[in-house]
């Protein structure tokens, strides 16, 4: 792999990674709680971030389809951590494979998306992880204030 995808991954890796230590040891309750109206809970962040990050590294940057259901990654609730930890395993092992097969020339190239907007491959790739740090963000955030909270 070259040198860029290999930093990417670690990138990508330490993202996925700053998700699974602020879900590691949360309720069933504190994953579905939302701090208030209009606002996510960390299974359906957790959930929408993978489905993210799967849908611009795969369906826009290599082409192949994920079949994403986007509006249902905002309906995840009752979710077990140990599947969204493994929604966020099988993300770096899919990035790791398909970006195994990308040149640093394929970073140029462009690709048509379904409503006609036409990222590079550069820019479908960096989106994928300014998505999902954003998102890490208002995890955290979710985690901290489930903490306050709850504090007796």
Known sequence: MQTFFTEYIKV????????????????PEAMDWT???DMNS???LVFHTTGSVRFWIGDIAAQE????????????????????KKRLSDNIEYARVTLDKFTIQDLETIRTMPDGRQPTVAWALLHALEHATLHLGQIQMNHQLWEQKNKA
Not at 65 to 84: H, I, P, T, Y
Request: with cysteine.
């Open 12 to 27: 990508l890796e330490e993202c996925h990674n700053d998700i699974l230590s602020a879900i590691d040891g949360l309720s």
């Open 35 to 37: 701090p208030g109206d």
């Open 42 to 44: 960390i299974s359906v």
């Open 65 to 84: 389809s994920s079949n994403r259901d986007r509006e249902a990654e905002f309906q995840a609730k009752g979710m077990d951590v140990d599947v969204l």
